[in-house]
T-cell receptor, first 112, second 117 residues
Framework: DAKTTQPNSMESNEEEPVHLPCNHS???????IHWYRQLPSQGPEYVIH???SNVNNRMASLAIAEDRKSSTLILHRATLRDAAVYYC?????????????FGKGTKLSVIP | GAVVSQHPSWVICKSGTSVKIECRSL??????MFWYRQFPKQSLMLMAT?????????EQGVEKDKFLINHASLTLSTLTVTSAHPEDSSFYIC?????????????FGPGTRLTVL
């Protein structure tokens, strides 16, 4: 799977929007962009995924750059429960392995 | 969303004993499940891919005779840590693949914390 680069940590104030960046300059045409998050002492939780177009769901929005070399996960109003490690992962839909390779992610702290 | 459970949520055992961890997909069938291991302050590391009805595929460096994986049904995969030692103490997490016309992703269990004394 192609590599992604994320900041180690970010802070946000409660009830403000959060933009979590992810760089993936070596992304291939068949790579989907997946975001997961992991709260302390829990398994990862699926957040959102996309290929080319921006995506919205009840948890977050995913903005994908036109050249697909970067993307941004947007939490519209951060709450204390959003404090977690956020992982941006590329999964090759053409590889047939269905594996996810986790990097170090971004640790998001939410300040009350 | 799809729900994956794990049992037990935590276990403490003596060195040399074996421990079985169960991973269940509660409201869907999963032909493919995955097992990960996570040490403190580190990211998840894939251990093996478990396919229903066939042998698991192990990642490089993971001993298949030590970490036995059985995926006997479409809703259950088990990981048995044989002859556990203190260095096997870790957070073990399973996931199940969900695929459809518009999605192909994984849903994760809550994890099992293993402590080997």
């Amino acid at each position: 799977d192609a590599k992604t680069t994320q900041p180690n940590s970010m802070e946000s104030n409660e009830e403000e929007p959060v933009h979590l960046p992810c760089n993936h300059s070596t992304i291939s045409g068949t790579d989907y962009i997946h975001w997961y998050r992991q709260l302390p002492s829990q398994g990862p939780e699926y957040v959102i995924h996309g290929l080319t177009s921006n995506v919205n769901n009840r948890m977050a929005s995913l903005a994908i750059a036109e050249d697909r070399k970067s993307s941004t996960l947007i939490l519209h109003r951060a709450t204390l429960r959003d404090a977690a490690v956020y992982y941006c992962i590329l999964r090759d839909s053409g590889a047939g392995s269905y594996q996810l390779t986790f990097g170090k992610g971004t640790k998001l702290s939410v300040i009350p | 969303g799809a729900v994956v459970s794990q049992h037990p949520s935590w276990v403490i055992c003596k060195s040399g004993t074996s421990v079985k961890i169960e991973c269940r997909s509660l409201d869907f069938q999963a032909t493919t499940m995955f097992w990960y291991r996570q040490f403190p302050k580190q990211s998840l590391m894939l251990m093996a891919t478990s396919n229903e009805g066939s042998k698991a595929t192990y990642e490089q460096g993971v001993e298949k005779d030590k970490f036995l994986i059985n995926h006997a049904s479409l809703t259950l995969s088990t990981l048995t840590v044989t002859s556990a030692h203190p260095e096997d103490s870790s957070f073990y997490i399973c996931s199940a693949r969900v695929s459809g016309r518009r999605t192909d992703t994984q849903y994760f269990g809550p994890g099992t914390r293993l402590t080997v004394l």
